[in-house]
Nanobody, 124 residues
Framework: QVQLVESGGGLVQAGDSLRLSCAAS???????MGWFRQAPGKEREFIAA????????DYADSVKGRFTISRDNTKKTVDLQMNSLKPEDTAVYYC??????????????????WGQGTQVTVSS
C-alpha cells in the first residue's frame, strides 16, 4: 500500500515563498506525481505534475512561472517550490500518485494514491 505524507505548509505573507514536500513509502515510486489543492467551497484542482522519472513537468496556468515541481527518486520525495505567493493560493495542498505512467494526467479521478493534505495560508 502506497502512503504519501505531505509537509511544509504554513502561514505566510503575500510575496513570500514556501516549499512543500511529499514523502512516499510502500511502493516503487514509479508513478506520475502530482500536486493538487482545494480551497474552502471549491473543487480540488490540479496544480502541477511530474512524469516518471522526471523529464517532464506540467503546470496549471494559475501557477506557471511561480511554482516548480521536482522529484528525488532515490529519496522517494516530490517537492513543490512556491514563490510569489498570493492570497488566492490559500488552500489545502495534496500530493498524489498515478501508477499509469504512460500519459500525464491532470484529472483528480485518475490519481490512485493521495496524501492527507497540508494547509497553506497566504495573508495579504
Amino acid at each position: 500500500q502506497v502512503q504519501l505524507v505531505e509537509s511544509g505548509g504554513g502561514l505566510v505573507q503575500a510575496g513570500d515563498s514556501l516549499r512543500l514536500s511529499c514523502a512516499a513509502s510502500g511502493g516503487t515510486f514509479k508513478y506520475i506525481m502530482g500536486w493538487f489543492r482545494q480551497a474552502p467551497g471549491k473543487e480540488r484542482e490540479f496544480i502541477a505534475a511530474i512524469s516518471w522519472p522526471g523529464s517532464r513537468q506540467d503546470y496549471a496556468d494559475s501557477v506557471k512561472g511561480r511554482f516548480t515541481i521536482s522529484r528525488d527518486n532515490t529519496k522517494k520525495t516530490v517537492d513543490l517550490q512556491m514563490n510569489s505567493l498570493k492570497p488566492e493560493d490559500t488552500a489545502v495542498y495534496y500530493c498524489a500518485a498515478d501508477q499509469h505512467i504512460a500519459t500525464m494526467t491532470y484529472v483528480v479521478q485518475d490519481y490512485d494514491y493521495w496524501g492527507q493534505g497540508t494547509q497553506v495560508t497566504v495573508s495579504s
